[in-house]
């Protein structure tokens, strides 16, 4: 599963996840990143468990497009 990224500089925890290719196309980005707004390992796990969650973000959530026919 994935895990929190931690911000080298400030501290700050953040939600990174990769966007499939076929999706990266449409929306123009690799990767979805988001600040969870801490700076403690155990709140952001679940902060990172909580909005991934939400979002679908990982566990089959960011699905692809269809071929089109």
Request: net charge positive; charged share 30%.
């Amino acid at each position: 599963m994935p895990s929190p990224i931690k911000d080298k500089n400030s501290g700050i925890f953040y939600l990174r996840v990769r966007v499939p290719a076929d999706l990266t196309r449409l929306t123009g980005k690799a990767e979805v990143s988001k600040s969870l707004r801490t700076r403690e390992p155990a709140e952001a796990k679940e902060r990172f468990a909580a909005e991934g969650a939400s979002k679908g973000l990982y566990g089959g959530g960011l699905c692809t497009v269809p071929d089109a026919e």
